[in-house]
């Protein structure tokens, strides 16, 4: 995101820590992370 959109280090840092604050990953269940870091940048910019 901070080459992408301009955005500093800990913008982004913070960005993704609220997207993914709420996700539960002790279920195993859950196929998260199976795109590219730009598709990510871009879905939670």
Not at 1 to 30: C, K, P, Q, Y
């Amino acid at each position: 995101m901070s080459s992408l959109f301009g955005i500093s280090h800990a913008e982004a840092v913070a960005r993704i820590n609220s997207t993914w604050a709420d996700l539960d990953f002790t279920r195993g269940h859950d196929l998260i992370g199976h795109e590219e870091p730009g598709h990510w940048a871009h879905v939670i910019y």
